[in-house]
């Protein structure tokens, strides 16, 4: 939404740029009216895939990030606590699940001598079950999803990835979830 708000603050001609929420119908509408000539999309699987194919199919160009990869890009006048506490918030709240978590930093120049001190922000964050005061982050959302980041993380290791801060043992650290 900060990206329309500045091509409308740059003067952008109407209709460059449209961001549309809605349900399917309103994504149905976008996927079949012949006016709209191209989609951008970041999501799901799932969703993307059905956007992808449908608006293909009714010759659109489809541009669709499933599954997203989301990037930060430090530079070097970068304010570092500032930054430090954002990157950490941005990849580490929510137990990193959500849409918009940042799964990748990109430094430049010097910039990547920070690096060890996010690694002890990361380390310092308090995993538990999200409801104590002193709780920065709670447990994933089931144990399929431990299971697949703990595959994640072993496979990138298998791929020759250097495992700076491994947090596999607390990812659902026998938080139990009673029904009340």
Known sequence: ?????LTREAEFSKGVLNIVHG??????????EP???????????RAGKYIYSRGS????RVQANLGAKNHAVLLPDADK???????AGAAFGAA???CMALSVLVTVGEIDSWIPELIEKARSLVVSTGFEKDSDVGPVISPESKTRIESLIASA???????SLDGRATLLRNIQVGIL
Do not use: C, H
Request: proline content about 2%; cysteine-free; aromatic content about 6%.
């Open 23 to 32: 349900p399917a119908a309103t994504v149905n509408f976008i996927l079949d």
């Open 1 to 5: 939404m900060i990206l329309a708000e």
């Open 157 to 163: 290791s298998q791929e020759g990835a250097t495992i």
């Open 57 to 60: 199919a009714n010759g659109k």
């Open 35 to 45: 006016a709209i000539r191209a989609i951008s999309f970041g999501g799901s699987n």
């Open 81 to 87: 606590d500032f930054s430090l506490n954002a990157i």
């Open 96 to 98: 990193g699940q959500r």
